[in-house]
């Protein structure tokens, strides 16, 4: 079954750095545009940074700079690595892929199973 596992997170004090990765599993054949998510309590999910299969990448405004996303597609594997973090960035993070599984051959949409990173003061 592919699916996509995340790893990392945790509780870091503020101005401190965390790195996320993310794994697609099972069988893939293409790992296209990658993508971090997040969301916080009570609000809606938004964007952390996205890339595309051919290197573009973009980020949330909120980022400026500080974020990076990264995919090695020879491992099929995403990452954010997030320097400068601040209390307001305490979300659950969520990878979101398009992959193409070897038995359909047919581009899907995949969700990591979120990732909480907590940012004290």
């Known amino acids: 079954q592919v699916r996509l596992v995340e790893s990392g997170g945790g509780l870091v004090q503020a101005g401190g750095s965390l790195g996320l990765s993310c794994a697609a599993s099972g069988s893939v054949w293409i790992l296209g545009a990658m993508g971090w998510y997040r969301q916080a309590p009570g609000k809606q999910r938004e964007l952390v940074a996205h890339?595309?299969?051919?290197?573009?990448?973009n980020y949330g405004d909120f980022v400026k700079g500080r974020f990076t996303i990264s995919v090695d597609y020879a491992l099929k594997t995403a990452y954010l690595q997030m320097n400068g973090l601040k209390p307001e960035d305490t979300a659950v993070y969520y990878c979101?892929?398009?992959?193409?599984?070897?038995?359909?051959?047919?581009?899907?949409?995949?969700w990591g199973q979120g990732s909480q990173v907590t940012v004290s003061s």
């Open positions: 979101h892929g398009v992959l193409t599984p070897v038995a359909s051959e047919i581009p899907q949409q995949y």
């Open positions: 890339s595309t299969s051919s290197g573009s990448t």
